[in-house]
């Protein structure tokens, strides 16, 4: 079964950080690019990161450019955003989500698989 | 950064009825990089539709996209109970990726 599990949420003060995970399963996931999504408590979707197949090429919302960090360790399947000097508005369920394979990619990528998300909530 | 404006903000529909959500962006959509996403709530997002027409594996055929340049649609032609859901296009043909806004197609 293909398969993303987000963990590493948690509630945190601003200010501070958190590394998330995901860790992918049924698929090769060395040969996908991949994606965070986040939605805020009853808003939208948001793109947050986007991050080839290779880590050759890694793009970022405005809203979270020179805070995080997206990176991937393709040996151990697994997916990572490091979020860092969080802000009350970084509040929100955090989606790791399958873009598409290197060897066939349209633009970046529809997500045909998410994950069930992590929640992270930045407060005092 | 292309804007996707979603229309309406909430449908009011029975079940049976047919559903038309709409997609405006503010500039082309890329060879037509657009998809449409179901979320219910406490989910994640579900992909329905991608390159604008095309639908994702194991989505019902009462699901159907159109569209092109900045106009896109989503139909549904006969709602069943669980069609009832928000509903997200997003364009992923240029950086930074968007979504719009969302429509809440809600039971009437």
């Known amino acids: 079964e293909v398969q993303l599990v987000e963990s590493g949420g948690g509630l945190v003060q601003p200010g501070g950080s958190l590394r998330l995970s995901c860790a992918a399963s049924?698929?090769?996931?060395?040969?996908?690019?991949m994606k965070w999504v986040r939605q805020a408590p009853g808003k939208g979707l948001e793109w947050v990161s986007y991050?080839?197949?290779?880590?050759?090429?890694?793009y970022y919302a405005d809203s979270v450019k020179g805070r995080f960090t997206i990176s991937r360790d393709n040996a151990k399947n697994s997916l990572y955003l490091q979020v860092n000097s969080l802000r009350a508005e970084d509040t929100a369920v955090y989606y790791c989500?399958?873009?598409?394979?290197?060897?066939?990619?349209?633009?970046?990528?529809?997500?045909?698989?998410w994950g069930k998300g992590t929640t992270v909530t930045v407060s005092s | 950064e292309i804007v996707l404006t979603q229309s309406p903000g909430t449908l009011s529909l029975s079940p049976g009825e047919r559903a038309t959500l709409s997609c405006r962006a503010s500039?082309?959509?890329?060879?037509?990089?657009l998809a449409w996403y179901q979320q219910k709530p406490g989910q994640a997002p579900r992909l329905l539709i991608y390159?604008?027409?095309s639908r994702a594996t194991g989505i019902p055929d009462r699901f159907s996209g159109s569209g092109s340049g900045t106009d896109f649609t989503l139909t549904i032609s006969r709602l069943e109970p669980e069609d009832f859901a928000v509903y997200y296009c997003?364009?992923?043909?240029?950086?930074?990726?968007?979504f719009g806004g969302g429509t809440k197609v809600e039971i009437q």
């Open positions: 989500a399958r873009a598409c394979s290197s060897t066939s990619c349209y633009g970046f990528g529809y997500m045909d698989v």
């Open positions: 049924g698929f090769t996931f060395s040969s996908y690019n």
């Open positions: 991050i080839s197949s290779s880590s050759s090429t890694i």
């Open positions: 500039q082309s959509v890329s060879i037509s990089y």
């Open positions: 390159g604008a027409s």
């Open positions: 997003q364009q992923y043909g240029s950086s930074p990726l968007t």
